[in-house]
């Protein structure tokens, strides 16, 4: 079970990927999108925490280019915006989404629902 | 912030007389004062439509009044000539006969009884009229008489009629009664005989026949036609003044040798219209003026009935145009004044529309510049919690545990604070998908998944099997359902029941009802919570903006929201959403 948290928020992306370790969730992270892919190319990831809006490519974008490489992946958006720009024809029905601020157990719930807590091991 | 303006649906007529003045939509109106202008256009279309009926009316009755004054003038103009030649033409006639015989005859065959009666006799039967003859020499003695009544040998130096008779060739006297008590007429002829002694030839004359001949020109029992001296005093019996010889009390009119007519100052119908003339023959001038009296309304009186009848039509016809012309100024001003209501409340709308969007942008800026600092603060503090609570030996550090749950309490706040606000922005911006309200609903209680088995609440589901998957905006719809089930989750109290019922009544909407069985919202309430920041929650961190922006997204997808609510039963509330939502403009 691998995870990828991406935010152009480092101090932000880096306590929450220290706070889901403490859960007994390990997951990398990733500042822009760009390295997200880098990492990616080498690492199988199994879902990702993706910011909706970046620098470079956005959290959309990502998810799709992700997906051509492991379309298995499972995405969730974090997003400081109120609105969500769905842009194009992309199907955003079962995306999930949670807004910043971050309640650290509901991500973990979503995160379980989501790729199913069989797949997590907890502390 | 700027409650919701109601429209006006209801078309009342006289709706502008019941206005009241609204400070916020006075200055969007296009005219402020409608009774003034309801009141002006009636009488400006009342003036334009009435005064030339009206002007026409008058100017047409002057006409026919003037038309039928001198059409009456001529008539009574007319008669009296007539009747004068007549009276004139009986006069001289005689007066010429009795010179014809006093030229004629000698002196001395006049003075014969026998021979003046069969002369009377003849002059009887060729003119008619005569009573007596009598020869009067100069002394005033009658030398000679022929007529019914015993008159031989009288003296008729001391009358007047003998006075004047001696003093010119031809006299015709007034209508005096005399000797014999008897009215009648004298004509008298002066002349001279063989020996140069002035004599009179004098007849009587009855007056019947004169009056006969005045009759025959009386056209109809409203026309008077009488005779009276220079002194007013009648010479044959009036209608209007009665007998003979009474005084008329009637101002004697100027001489003149030609018929005139009077017509009364008095513009009053029931006035008298009065031809006169003097009868004056060629040989003499008579004591007598003739005088014809009509009165104007009777011979007037068809044209008057058609004058009244007339004005009833026009008044009748300017009753039913002000009634008209009432109705529809009513009526143009009623749509003028709906139609600038109407306009004057999507402009307040737009305006507010407006102002809600510069707010809701300004507060959704700030708010996502808030919301990343928050993050992280949230982030650390939870962090620092984690590592208290992840490490036991400083597990038991209260007080620090305490405040780092204060700041993630306030960082929890502040999120609620900044997502509402950031709500706002959504408002404005619509994009229509299908959804399946069912899904959506699951959804949404997933979230709740967790409350619900802490609190023991009961929920059910109950969706109407044909509810078909709307069109309409997703996150919009989503955020709505979010808000009314969170408010519904905080007035449950633990064991409570949340039922979500969604129906398809009607074919072109559903119904979402949402029914908790909580603490319900007092009736004083219910009127004020779509307005923005009403809140009975301060104490359980409310924002007040909740149910406000749920009011404006529900009305945004073309909805309806109602709430039913009893205190300390529950509360329902029911939205009812178009299936398919229509595109608009984005305010």
Known sequence: MKIILVDDEKKFINMLAKRLALRGLQADVAYSGEQALEKAAKTHYDLAVLDLKMPGISGFVLKKKLQESWPRIKCIFVTGHGSIDKNGDQDHSEDIFLAKPLDIDTLIETIHRTIGPENTRRP | ?587
């Open chain 2, 1 to 587: 912030m700027i409650g919701k303006p109601q429209i006006l649906h209801k078309q009342e007529w006289l709706a502008f007389l019941f206005h009241r003045h609204d400070a916020h939509l006075a200055s969007f109106h296009t005219f402020s004062n409608y009774r003034s202008i309801w009141i002006i256009s009636i009488i400006i279309l009342a003036v334009t439509s009435l005064s030339p009926l009206v002007m026409a009316t008058l100017i047409n009755q002057r006409l026919i009044r003037q038309s039928v004054d001198a059409e009456l003038v001529l008539q009574t103009e007319r008669v009296t000539s007539n009747a004068k030649r007549s009276v004139r033409f009986f006069l001289e006639e005689r007066l010429n006969a009795l010179r014809f015989i006093v030229n004629e005859l000698p002196y001395y065959a006049l003075i014969d009884n026998e021979h003046l009666a069969e002369i009377l006799s003849n002059l009887k039967l060729g003119f008619g009229g005569f009573t007596d003859l009598s020869i009067i020499d100069a002394d005033g003695s009658q030398v000679a008489y022929a007529g019914p009544f015993n008159l031989e040998g009288k003296n008729y130096k001391t009358q007047p009629w003998f006075t004047k008779s001696l003093q010119r060739d031809n006299f015709i006297s007034e209508v005096f009664t005399g000797y014999r008590d008897v009215p009648h007429i004298i004509i008298a002829v002066r002349s001279m005989n063989a020996l140069g002694r002035l004599f009179i030839l004098r007849a009587t004359l009855d007056t019947q026949r004169l009056m006969d001949t005045l009759l025959s020109y009386k056209t109809n029992v409203h026309t008077d036609i009488f005779l009276m001296n220079h002194t007013g005093l009648l010479q044959t019996p009036s209608k209007n003044y009665g007998k003979i010889f009474t005084p008329t009390r009637l101002d004697v009119p100027e001489f003149s040798t030609t018929t005139n007519v009077i017509m009364p100052e008095n513009k009053s119908d029931h006035a008298f219209i009065t031809g006169y003339s003097y009868i004056i023959t060629e040989a003499v001038t008579t004591p007598f003026i003739l005088l014809v009296n009509k009165e104007k309304s009777v011979v007037m009186g068809t044209w008057l009935n058609l004058g009244k009848t007339f004005n009833w039509i026009i008044g009748i016809s300017c009753l039913v145009m002000m009634i008209i012309i009432t109705l529809v100024s009513t009526f143009m001003v009623n749509k003028l004044y709906l139609a600038d209501k109407t306009k004057a409340e999507t402009m307040l709308r737009m305006e507010q529309s407006q102002q809600l969007a510069c707010i809701g942008q300004l507060s959704a800026g700030i708010a996502h510049e808030i919301n990343n600092p928050l993050a992280l603060i949230n982030e650390t503090a939870g962090y620092l919690k984690d590592l208290y609570h992840f490490t036991e030996e400083e597990q038991n550090d209260e007080e620090v545990m305490e405040n780092l749950d204060a700041i993630l309490e306030a960082v929890s706040r502040c999120g609620t604070i900044t997502s509402q606000l950031l709500g706002f922005v959504r408002q404005f911006d619509v994009q229509i998908s299908r959804v399946d309200v069912e899904k959506l609903i699951t959804g949404i209680l997933r979230f709740h998944k967790k409350e619900t088995e802490y609190k023991g609440i009961h929920v059910t589901t109950a969706i109407s099997p044909d509810t078909p998957a709307i069109e309409t905006d997703r996150g919009k719809l989503q955020q709505i359902l979010l808000n009314l089930i969170n408010n519904a989750f905080q007035a449950i109290e633990a064991n409570g029941c949340l039922d979500i019922t969604v129906s398809h009544l009607r074919p072109d909407n559903i119904t979402i009802e949402i029914k908790d069985t909580g603490c319900g919202i007092p009736a004083e309430n219910l009127k004020r919570i779509h307005e923005p920041f009403f809140s009975t929650k301060k104490e359980k961190m409310g924002t007040g903006l909740g149910l406000s922006i749920t009011y404006g997204l529900v009305k945004k997808l073309q909805g309806n929201i109602r709430v039913e609510s009893s205190e300390g039963v529950g509360t329902i509330f029911f939205v009812t959403l178009p299936v398919k939502m229509q595109k608009e403009e984005s305010a």
